[in-house]
């Protein structure tokens, strides 16, 4: 009888942390895979333990802060001025938790996302269509801003007369404890 209930024990276990991962955060998946059809410097979800704070300026903030590589002290206006990357180091998968980069705002056109780079001139109409093929939902698309959603993973592109200007990514993370920031 003891060895039958310590094989079900053993059992219960294994079975219960085979996939630790997945219940902390099921969205990881995704996240690799625009991770793969992305190539910035800092991917999303990179852990602040695995960041080289030598190679950006650190921006204080609540709940988080900013790494940019420039230093300027007017970083917000520089990035919209000037072709860089910002990287928000915040927690994740809940607000409380480990830093990691869960938000991007890029204006460097070396920077691509599933194939657009600030710069591109694009069609509405086939920027939709290549996010739709990727499973992302359309959502708030104005003339000027194009949103998409997967999951609890969001990326905004901004356009000037057709013409990128601005890429956003963001993954959201919960907030248990409903702080304040």
Same mark, same amino acid.
Request: glycine share 4%; proline share 2%; hydrophobic share 40%.
């Given at each position: 009888?003891?060895?039958?209930? @310590?094989?079900?024990?053993?059992?219960?276990?294994?079975?219960?942390?085979?996939?630790?991962?997945?219940?902390?955060?099921?969205? %990881?998946?995704? @996240?690799?895979?625009?991770?793969?059809?992305?190539?910035? /410097?800092?991917?999303?979800?990179?852990?602040?333990?695995?960041?080289?704070?030598?190679?950006?300026?650190?921006?204080?903030?609540?709940?988080?802060?900013?790494?940019?590589?420039?230093?300027?002290?007017?970083?917000?206006?520089?990035?919209?001025?000037?072709?860089?990357?910002?990287?928000?180091?915040?927690?994740?998968?809940?607000?409380?938790?480990?830093?990691?980069?869960?938000? /991007?705002?890029?204006?460097?056109?070396?920077?691509?996302?599933?194939?657009?780079?600030?710069?591109?001139?694009?069609?509405?109409?086939?920027?939709?269509? %290549?996010?739709?093929?990727?499973?992302?939902?359309?959502?708030?698309?104005?003339?000027?801003?194009?949103?998409?959603?997967?999951?609890?993973?969001?990326?905004?592109? %901004?356009?000037?007369?057709?013409?990128?200007?601005? /890429?956003?990514? %963001?993954?959201?993370?919960?907030?248990?404890?409903?702080?304040?920031?």
């Amino acid at each position: 009888m003891k060895k039958i209930i @310590v094989l079900l024990f053993s059992i219960l276990l294994l079975t219960g942390c085979t996939d630790i991962n997945e219940d902390i955060d099921p969205n %990881r998946d995704i @996240v690799a895979e625009f991770n793969e059809n992305s190539n910035f /410097i800092l991917p999303l979800l990179t852990s602040e333990e695995d960041i080289d704070m030598t190679e950006y300026k650190k921006i204080e903030g609540f709940g988080g802060y900013s790494l940019v590589d420039i230093d300027n002290d007017d970083s917000a206006m520089y990035l919209y001025e000037n072709e860089t990357t910002e990287y928000i180091v915040s927690g994740y998968p809940d607000v409380l938790d480990e830093y990691f980069i869960t938000y /991007i705002v890029t204006t460097d056109p070396a920077i691509d996302v599933y194939g657009y780079s600030v710069g591109d001139t694009i069609d509405s109409d086939t920027l939709i269509e %290549r996010f739709e093929n990727e499973s992302f939902t359309v959502n708030n698309t104005v003339e000027t801003m194009f949103k998409f959603e997967l999951s609890n993973l969001s990326i905004i592109i %901004r356009t000037e007369d057709n013409v990128i200007t601005v /890429i956003q990514v %963001r993954i959201e993370a919960t907030n248990n404890e409903d702080v304040v920031f």
